[in-house]
């Protein structure tokens, strides 16, 4: 029941896509929550020590993922061949007590919209699951998408056919419980997909989101480089013909959570300097949707509401602002 309702989701989001190019109904056509006990054997999928999760971080590649030339059904998202200056925001493995709230809290106080891919062995957890809970429901309730990222973080190559259906949908289910909303996106672990596991997340009706920017590097090296790398990464993309992108960072970790805020200010300074010089702004879209479902027209409206948004804004921020303003 689960896979025939997500499958009929999925279809929709196709045909919502490819004929109208909406951004809308694709939310619409989201499915009740599928009350039906999903087939996952919970000792398959126990929960792990609540001290080992701190150590649950994704080793970012040297590269972004590589996407696949888009199939017609446009079944992976991952922010290539975007020619617009649209940037939608996701976050990997939580949520973490220690940082997801914070996050969401700088995210609100910009008015920035973001997905979350969750790890969803928290929300099962009973040693963690009423705090991972009440995250998932704050996410859901101030707008962010929330997807899957598998239930314990295995690689899916790793897995059978059998155990990737039932991590996914028992993930799926956990976060229906919880949001009301059964999720449509996921992003495997560490990018690591191939034919056999793309065949099993389609059936699902399970839309993939890699990504094509980066500004973490798998060693913490503090929110300074995150900043700058992000600021360096931002103005290269602004000479490239398909500048729209997909930008993977963790909610998991403190140094990336408090770079945020910054990275936000930034990217409003450098629409303030587009604003004066002219050239298309840098639009932060609130859905994977919208990201790949605006059409040109929609994407000029949009450029106009900001330019009315930012004009008093850029006139009265003082020259030497920085993005060290609180
Ligand atoms: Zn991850």
Excluded: K
């Excluded at 975007?82 to 940082?99: E, K, M, N, V």
């Excluded at 672990?189 to 009706?205: E, F, I, W």
């Excluded at 990464?233 to 602004?238: N, P």
Aim: with cysteine.
């Amino acid at each position: 029941m689960f896979v025939r309702r997500a499958s009929s989701a999925w279809l929709a989001i196709a045909l919502a896509l490819t004929a109208c190019g909406s951004a809308s109904p694709a939310v619409t056509a989201t499915p009740a929550p599928a009350r039906g006990r999903a087939d996952a054997s919970p000792a398959r999928l126990a929960p792990e020590p609540a001290d080992r999760v701190a150590e649950r971080v994704d080793a970012i590649p040297d590269a972004p993922a590589t996407e696949p030339a888009l199939p017609p059904d446009r079944r992976f998202y991952g922010g290539r061949g975007l020619r617009h200056r649209l940037i939608h925001f996701t976050f990997d493995d939580g949520p973490r007590a220690a940082t997801t709230p914070r996050l969401l809290d700088h995210l609100a106080r910009h008015r920035v919209r973001a997905t979350f891919f969750l790890v969803t062995r928290a929300l099962d957890d009973p040693r963690r699951r009423d705090t991972a809970r009440a995250t998932v429901r704050r996410m859901a309730a101030e707008g962010h998408t929330i997807g899957l990222h598998g239930h314990d973080h295995r690689g899916f190559r790793n897995l059978s056919d059998r155990d990737l259906r039932e991590q996914l949908r028992y993930g799926g289910q956990l976060i229906a419980d919880v949001t009301a909303r059964a999720p449509h996106f996921v992003r495997p672990p560490y990018g690591g997909r191939d034919a056999r596991t793309d065949r099993v997340l389609a059936r699902l009706g399970l839309r993939q989101v890699l990504w094509s920017m980066t500004p973490e590097r798998p060693r913490n090296d503090g929110q300074e480089a995150i900043v700058s790398q992000f600021r360096a990464q931002l103005a290269a993309r602004e000479g490239e013909p398909f500048p729209g992108t997909v930008v993977l960072m963790h909610d998991t970790r403190p140094w990336v959570v408090e770079a945020i805020p910054r990275i936000l200010r930034h990217l409003r300074r450098r629409n303030c300097q587009i604003l004066r010089e002219g050239g298309q702004l840098w639009d932060v879209v609130p859905t994977l949707e919208a990201l790949y479902g605006l059409s040109d027209a929609e994407v000029a409206g949009r450029q106009d509401a900001l330019r009315g948004e930012l004009a008093p804004r850029c006139a009265a921020a003082t020259g030497d602002e920085d993005d060290t303003e609180p």
